[in-house]
Nanobody, 126 residues
Framework: VQLQASGGGLVQAGDSLRLTCLKR????????MGWFRQPPGKEREFVAA????????HYTDSVKGRFTIFRDNAKNTVYLQMNSLKPDDAAVYYC????????????????????WGQGTLVTVSS
């Protein structure tokens, strides 16, 4: 299983970005997916997750109402739409995948994920 994250860049506060994670390998619909981020000098933290079915999502409190995770199983892709970006959102963003036990399972712990992409850098200027 390979994950390829893209879409990062340099934006101003208040702008939007859409991150894309393309999964190659096993059938995409079998995986729960998540986005994590690692700000400079800090540990990797949970951002958003989506179930295999796409019906269940979960977000860290700081991004609720601003970020949206969604998936297109036909394209083997998960997206993270980020609106109203803030300087505190600046980080390397990683997508992650794992095989959970159910269609509605949403996973928020870093240790729950088996596969990781290479990361894409998001920089937000104030």
């Amino acid at each position: 299983v390979q994950l390829q994250a893209s879409g990062g860049g340099l934006v101003q506060a208040g702008d939007s970005l859409r991150l894309t994670c393309l999964k190659r390998g096993m059938p995409y619909s079998g995986f729960a997916m998540g986005w994590f981020r690692q700000p400079p000098g800090k540990e990797r933290e949970f951002v958003a997750a989506i179930s295999r079915s796409g019906d269940n999502t979960h977000y860290t409190d700081s991004v609720k109402g601003r970020f949206t995770i969604f998936r297109d199983n036909a394209k083997n892709t998960v997206y993270l739409q980020m609106n109203s970006l803030k300087p505190d959102d600046a980080a390397v963003y990683y997508c992650a995948a794992t095989l959970p036990t159910g269609w509605t399972t949403v996973l928020t712990e870093r240790t729950s994920y088996s596969y990781w992409g290479q990361g894409t850098l998001v920089t937000v200027s104030s």
